[in-house]
């Protein structure tokens, strides 16, 4: 199925692409809640991803090779933005690895067979990716990971565990990330590989998080058998491969996510006659301002070349905006209102956001990264 | 000679009175089960209802400062705030004269819910009231207890949320008070500070010992700058919050010229502390303290549930501002 | 193409304007002087006061963003706010049509001081006026350009304290204005929001080179954790502060819809990381960072001092709450 | 001279005591303004603490075989809230060292000669001390610290350099901690010496503070020779003397600052009519109200034997709220109010408050020394 293409837009303007997305969105956004785990998320978000494909709305920035529009990523930033404006379902949901962490990783570092097989089924919504990165041991330490891959043959043999593996229950496929140089420690020796999640000896066990949903889980590999060929980016590259997915996700991923986050600013604004959380609203809506500004200053020298540990800053300061956010609105609405809780997975709920400083790398780590990557500062022990 | 903090005898028996809560009531109990009601008969048993009430009422006959101390216990074992409803039921109805209503109280005959009004003819918050005959209801009138069924209009909110039963309802219109009293403020605010006070100091002793336990790059993470700042943090707002609490109940038990204030001041720092510790013990535990299977968000939970019955920090300070400190320009 | 942030072009340009600045305005000039009005007509020479006034205006002909851009060093270099009062009077008389006076301030002839006033009828605080001709006041009513004598009962502040002049005053009840206008909130607000980012940008590099330089438990302290979370928490600061700097002033230069609420986040956001930053620089450079002789305090007063002119962050804050978002409920 | 003695005193109830005090001190606080520093500082300290010895209120702890009441600490608290009621000169002046760490450093370590000889003059305002602790490379880091005192004879011949010595230039004594073992590392082979300010050989350079005052000095040693009976505590056992004297300081020793600034909270509550800075203040007076129990469980604690670091924890939290209560007071009167710099040296300064977290050990060595003194946490590195 190819997306509808509009001959227009090769040459339309931002503001008429801007007003053509609003259009669409206005719709095409399904008014039906998202559920928020199962099989039942599965479906919902396959489905919203289909109907933004046949749109001709997936992948824009994606290469024009494997189905994507190629557009330049402001032109991403436009469409976000009306997305949020739209209220539509949030990009927080199960496709969101596929979309921002995998299918990146693929056009980065992927062969051509593992990008012309991979990109298009992403992108059309066809399948769900799940991340495989953190071990029970291995939390904001990454390159201390110990789940083994032997190579056996044209074959890996892959034994251990991960954990905080998001809807992995309901996932086609998963970014993998393991040990397999036996002798190798720390971020040498490991790879990155694609892992169908039906292969034989995979065993998901499902999380219930503070907040209620079982979006994260608990992976256990017993002689699971995967092709050599599913390894990214080459074996006992795979520290590599995965620096290109979290700077992927550090950066522009969370577009979407900042920009509904001006928006419930905006909600609270409306919602608070109190002089004191009004003073705070300002605060929160000045530095969700910002917070644009820098996705889009990041945006925008992401495409004349590579670019450095920046991103993680914004992720870190969206991080801790959402949280500073999901802390106002408790204050406003008290504990008894809807508008704090569940609020239809937009990365909204109280609870959810104590998950933004830990998930992906503890704030503090973070910090570490920022400071020694960013401004130089001598390395020390942690 | 004049007493400012709890004595070490009074610490001591509060231990021992306290001895089965580590059995009875392990925080993690509640991720089977939210209420603790089927516990009522057992804690009025052990006199906990009673325990500054004089023994000719049915109590046990000692003062503010050991219930303090009880409640601080109370909190670190999320103790359904029931037990603290049933305290101040108790004392409403012998404040106000009915004995009897005061003993069934405390035999545990008559299980009491709190909920909080925020203003008169608002609507209540109503918290772990399924098998309650009384409700007390905590408003800035005062306290007031009224039958169960008085409470109306009752919408569940989604227990497993909040990890203990939560209903916003409303006053009946016509319903009348068995007792009502607005001399046990100072009483409500320490019972609450108690609590908050209790899940601080338990999840500062929870991210001690994880910081211990956990190790990440080849160290326990104890031995990071900043998860040791992190503790130090924790360690002084429990550190404020108990001595404030000890200070404030000594001020209530000897009714002191400003205990209302210390009694404020006490639940100002409580509710500040337990939210700054149960969030940075969710921090500190990494994924482990955001999944539900940790104790470290019951907590978190907890002290919103405290929070709300408290009226809210913003009402807690107003409650605080309406008091004068022995300081104020006009003391000298 | 639709511009969003300042471009590379536009910095170099604004770096080779302002390479004087090094030599003329080391911050150190501060511990002997507190008045850089001996560099007045260096300033009009270098033509730093009509950057985005018309050429045949007298002006330099370039827009708001290179004006944002050389404030942001401006205030890097703790230059003298008079430097704003000059750019804003020129761009005042020029609104008002005034052709002559503007060149006037443009060349140099009227330096310029500036002063803020609370309300209508308020007593002004003046910044480094003594030297000056005219006084530019902002008010919540806009801006205003008056005689220097129109600023009577002058009572200096020690200068020493802020390290710069400052007086409290009054304007004359029958003072008139040169010029006034509404029209350039959205630029006062720029200007300020970039001096403020230059501090914030310049005490960052200060904690960091000070974390790299100073040796203590045989360690350089910036591999320390709490010093190294601190330089990010300025760094994340200073990110959010220039971005938006540089945002807001495209959107004003471009004249977008959403320009005044862009240049009011600009201010409310870079007020609050200088205030960050130079506390903590001075938090890093230990018993250093407190002595007269460190520049670290005068980023500290200089922010104050700016923020001041700005009428205090809680009226910045008033001012973005009458913007509306462009993710507000109606932007739909 | 000896203190006027009350026949009443032994057995008067508190409530007698207190009334006694503020009698007292209703009609001796002087009504002058302290000078900020210099001479002038010097002779205003010395007058006040004569006649607050003569009215029988000097040393109220101090053993009585020096002249000292030795009444219990709740007494010297119910002075010091009194004394901080009255609006008393603060006891952050020139007496401090003296008062607060030098006497009782001699109290708990020096020998009877030196009992004799010094704890009477500081207790009757004949002299002034200074600390000789910080080096310019030793901050934080006092271990560190590299002046040294070689013995020749009965003497120590000091070389080097401290620096922070608060009022040095004014002193008559200095409590000086040097190396005097130089084969010695960190915290070995240091003593504590009495050194006499008029001592050949020593160079005092004050140091202007941003604050203003140059209460600060650096001092220099040059062949500065001290008798060996000056030592307090044992030749290189000067670490323990130096640590008795810091958990002074970190315990009682600020009681009377921190009992004025709850009052500089009230006065700020009084001024204040914005509502959200109304919400912040009251989490101030809680918060003083919170400093208050604790020093009074300090307090109490310390009487029943040697308290542990949780000095350190009362030392911090005074800190930070005074830098909190200071930053509110300039949002409140803003930076042109006289109640906002030099306010008469009661500890209310703004720019006097940015030291709080940096003398005496900077804020982050003091989170270091709780987390592994109070809390058992392993050292690692800073």
Request: charged share 20%; hydrophobic share 45%.
């Amino acid at each position: 199925m190819m997306p509808e293409m509009m001959p227009e837009m090769m040459d339309e303007s931002p503001d008429d692409f801007r007003a053509r997305a609003r259009r669409w969105l206005r719709d095409n956004v399904p008014t039906e809640h998202p559920p928020v785990d199962g099989p039942e998320s599965r479906a919902y978000a396959l489905a919203w991803q289909q109907r933004q494909f046949a749109g001709g709305w997936a992948g824009l920035t994606w290469p024009r090779a494997y189905g994507g529009r190629e557009l330049p990523v402001l032109q991403q930033i436009a469409w976000f933005e009306e997305y949020a404006r739209a209220h539509a379902p949030s990009t927080h949901n199960a496709l969101f690895v596929g979309m921002n962490h995998a299918g990146p990783t693929l056009i980065a570092c992927g062969s051509d067979e593992q990008k012309a097989f991979h990109l298009p089924k992403i992108m059309q919504g066809d399948v769900i990716w799940c991340q495989g990165f953190s071990e029970p041991n291995s939390g904001s330490d990454l390159a201390s990971l110990r789940t083994r891959g032997e190579v056996q043959g044209d074959e890996l043999v892959i034994n251990g565990q991960k954990i905080w593996s998001s809807y992995a229950d309901i996932a086609d496929y998963q970014e993998l990330l393991i040990r397999t140089d036996p002798a190798s420690s720390r971020h040498h020796g490991l790879s990155w590989v694609i892992c169908p999640m039906d292969a034989p000896g995979i065993t998901v066990r499902p999380i219930k998080t503070m907040a209620g949903p079982a979006k994260f889980a608990e992976v256990f590999y017993d002689n699971v058998r995967i092709p050599l060929a599913n390894i990214v980016g080459g074996l006992n590259n795979g520290w590599k491969t995965a620096m290109a997915t979290l700077s992927f996700e550090r950066g522009t991923a969370s577009l979407a996510l900042q920009i509904s986050l001006s928006q419930r600013v905006e909600e609270l604004i409306a919602a608070c006659d109190d002089v004191a959380l009004g003073e705070t609203l300002m605060d929160l809506r000045a530095d969700a301002a910002a917070l644009r500004a820098m996705s889009y200053q990041f945006a925008i020298k992401s495409e004349s070349g590579p670019v450095g540990s920046e991103g993680s800053m914004i992720r870190l300061y969206f991080a801790e905006l959402a949280q500073r956010v999901a802390r106002v609105a408790i204050d406003i609405f008290g504990i008894a209102a809807p508008e704090v809780l569940a609020v239809h997975g937009l990365g909204y709920d109280y609870f959810d956001a104590y998950s933004e400083t830990i998930a992906g790398g503890t704030a503090e780590i973070q910090r570490n990264i920022i400071a020694e990557r960013v401004l130089g500062l001598p390395r020390g022990s942690r | 000679m004049t007493m400012f903090h709890a004595s070490t005898e009074q610490l001591e028996l509060i231990d021992s009175f306290t001895r089965p809560l580590e059995e009875l009531f392990a925080p993690a109990r509640l991720h089977k089960s939210e209420s603790d009601y089927g516990q009522w008969v057992t804690g009025a048993e052990f006199g906990w209802f009673g325990i500054s009430l004089p023994e000719a009422a049915g109590g046990i006959g000692l003062g503010m400062v050991e219930e303090a101390l009880l409640f601080e216990k109370f909190g670190r074992h999320l103790v359904t705030p029931g037990f603290m409803a049933a305290s101040l039921a108790a004392k409403t109805a012998y404040l106000c004269g009915d004995a009897a209503l005061a003993q069934q109280i405390l035999n545990g005959e008559l299980p009491v819910a709190m909920a909080r009004q925020g203003a008169p003819g608002a609507g209540v918050t109503l918290v772990d009231a399924a098998s309650a005959k009384l409700c007390l209801v905590l408003s800035p009138q005062g306290t007031a207890l009224f039958h169960a069924d008085a409470v109306v209009e009752r919408q569940p909110l989604d227990a497993a949320q909040w990890s203990i039963p939560l209903q916003s309802a409303r006053l009946a219109g016509n319903a009348a008070a068995h007792a009502a009293t607005q001399k046990i403020g100072a009483d409500v605010n320490l019972l609450l500070a108690a609590q908050l006070t209790g899940i601080a100091a338990a999840t500062l002793d929870m991210a001690v010992s994880y910081s211990l336990l956990r190790q990440q790059f080849g160290a326990p993470i104890g031995s990071f700058q900043a998860i040791k700042h992190y503790c130090t943090d924790m360690a002084m707002q429990v550190q404020a919050a108990k001595d404030m609490l000890s200070f404030g109940a000594v001020a209530v038990a000897e009714a002191r010229d400003d205990h209302r204030f210390q009694a404020a001041s006490a639940l100002v720092v409580a509710t500040r502390a337990a939210f700054f510790n149960t969030a940075k013990n969710i921090q500190i535990h990494g994924g482990m303290g955001f999944s539900a299977e940790c104790d470290a968000h019951l907590y978190l939970k907890r002290a919103h549930v405290l929070d709300t019955l408290a009226g809210g920090l913003k009402a807690s300070r107003a409650a605080l501002r309406r008091e004068t400190s022995i300081f104020g320009k006009d003391a000298a």
